[in-house]
């Protein structure tokens, strides 16, 4: 359970750039891409038994209610942010990674006891890329936008949790390494608090700023992320940029487009 530590993925479109930037190719094809349909809420509600498999029913979200069965899994997927939610048009999936607590406790030892402590269910990322990341970052438009979320059994163990994390991220080297090989040089990298009006039930962003490997070439690179908790999930929604400020009026609509899912599902009134 180390906080955005999924978000590696990134490094796929530094790679990208790198590799036209040294005179190599790229041949665009981002065939097998084709993401998944969301799941709405409508559809839930018309029908919350006949949901293809891996894309259960989401909770009842009753204070202190517990999520079972495939709850975890359906609710994430309705939540998160897919392609067919960004406003240009032709984005893919680039990574789509589910992290289940085995995978969780391998992957950071030291925290595994928050995972019983805290009841945590299911996490997930999915980082979301234009259809030509390399035309992206030399026309200085967004290189990806990615969102992650944890489900616990819950309000109670996501607060536990969510407090834990903030604790362990508040120093700006661990907040970078949390990003893996993202940044040549977590020491340097610069953490900026955001401005953002609150988002759910305690939130706070940040800017992060540093240097990145592109294929021998060090490039800039900036990272934007909201983090909230709404009930019994917690949230990470983030842009990455080259050369540029990320713009948070740009950022901030999907940030409440996955806050309005998450109270959606958990039968917010």
């Known amino acids: 359970m180390r906080g955005f530590r999924w978000f590696t993925v990134l490094s796929a479109v530094i790679l990208s750039v790198g590799a036209v930037s040294c005179g190599g190719d790229d041949d665009g094809d981002d065939s097998g891409d084709t993401p998944p349909p969301v799941l709405t809420a409508t559809a839930l509600a018309a029908d919350p038994t006949g949901v293809p498999s891996g894309e259960a029913t989401s909770g009842s979200g009753d204070d202190g209610a ?24 032709d984005w893919v999936v680039q990574s ?20 019983d402590s805290c009841g945590r269910l299911l996490g997930r990322v999915i980082t979301n890329f234009p259809p030509d990341s390399v035309a992206a970052f030399f026309d200085g438009t967004t ?56 988002v759910g039930e305690g939130s706070s962003a940040w800017k992060l700023t540093g240097q990145t490997d592109a294929g021998g070439t060090e490039i800039g690179l900036t990272i934007l992320v909201v983090s909230f908790r709404d009930s019994a999930a917690t949230y990470a929604v983030g842009m990455a940029v080259s050369g540029i400020e990320p ?13 309005e899912r998450s109270q959606e599902a958990q039968g917010a009134e």
């Open 96 to 115: 789509d990674v589910t992290t289940d607590n085995a995978a969780a406790a391998a992957d950071d030892p030291e925290t595994a006891p928050l995972i």
């Open 66 to 89: 517990e999520y079972t069965g495939d709850d975890p899994e359906a609710f994430l997927d309705f939540v998160l942010l897919k392609p067919s939610d960004i406003t240009v048009p």
């Open 247 to 259: 713009p948070m009026d740009e950022l901030r609509p999907y940030v409440d487009l996955v806050l």
């Open 143 to 198: 290189l990806a936008y990615f969102s992650q979320g944890t489900l616990y059994e819950t309000p109670d163990g996501a607060e536990e949790c969510a407090a834990a994390a903030g604790a362990r991220l508040a120093d700006c080297p661990a907040l970078a390494r949390t990003f893996g090989e993202v940044f040549t040089n977590p020491d340097g990298v610069i953490c900026e608090p955001a401005s953002v009006d609150a």
